[in-house]
């Protein structure tokens, strides 16, 4: 992840219109009243919608975001005060071995390379206590989203908060799951602000692997965020992993 990834404070204004509350925060909202959870761990936060919901009197929640930016965004909302924000990557996550359920929700999984993803969910290993969840979804690679992500398909145009926007999307390379792509978002007074984004797609066998070598056990994937199963055609792996064993110690 990169240092401020989202810096534009026009586009963090409308991050949360444009990703609103749905699903897939029902799902981790659920998760966390069945486990019970007194302490959740949300990296990868972003303007905070989600980790303002889970607050709740007597459970203590931690949002980890590396955008400046939209932590700041989200410590000005309605709620912000119940959270304990943290501004950076998985690195700053603390080892305490006593969460009950860590997220990382809107593809956050899928901005970590290879080399990294190791490391990084070893921190959210650390962060649970034994027996404790980590959940977090991320896209099939089978189903080839970014075929779509071309500008005559995602060409958009529209009024908002920040002035007339016009929108599209745009692939520069595909390299064995890797994918990078432009964003682009012009204003009113002609500036084009491009964001590049480099995404992992996994399988679920690649992601399954990686949870059971950082310490994870009692591995369930679904379709979807109403549990429906798994198939060739699925576009949305949902994760929902236990922690089998004690605190890990971390080597980056």
């Known amino acids: 992840m990169t240092a401020d990834p989202y810096g534009d404070e026009r586009l963090v204004g409308l991050y949360d ?47 980890i975001d590396p955008s400046a930016t939209m932590l700041g965004y989200a410590q000005r909302q309605p709620g912000a005060d119940a959270v304990t924000w943290v501004d950076g990557d998985a690195s700053a996550i603390e080892r305490t071995g006593d969460a009950d359920l860590a997220v990382s929700t809107g593809n956050t999984m899928m901005h970590i390379s290879p080399n990294d993803l190791p490391w990084v969910l070893d921190a959210l290993a650390a962060v649970l206590r034994p027996g404790g969840v980590l959940s977090f979804e991320s896209r099939n690679p089978a189903a080839r989203a970014w075929e ?23 692939v520069s390379e595909v390299d064995d799951g890797r994918v990078v792509f432009d964003a ?55 994760f929902r992993a236990v922690l089998a064993s004690a605190m890990r110690a971390v080597d980056r």
């Open 17 to 63: 219109g444009d990703n609103g509350s749905g699903d897939d925060h029902e799902y981790f909202l659920g998760l966390a009243a069945e486990l019970g959870a007194t302490k959740i761990v949300d990296l990868g936060c972003g303007t905070g919608l989600l980790t303002r919901a889970f607050a709740a009197p007597g459970r203590v929640v931690i949002g």
């Open 148 to 170: 779509q992500w071309t500008p005559e398909a995602t060409y958009c145009e529209r009024d908002t908060p920040a002035g007339h926007l016009r929108e599209w999307m745009e």
């Open 184 to 238: 682009h978002n012009v204003f009113e007074d002609g500036s084009d602000a491009v964001y590049t984004t480099t995404l992992y797609f996994r399988t679920a066998e690649a992601l399954t692997t990686a949870l059971h070598q950082a310490g994870f056990t009692d591995i369930h994937i679904h379709a979807g965020w109403h549990q429906q199963p798994v198939a060739e055609d699925t576009r949305l792996f949902v």
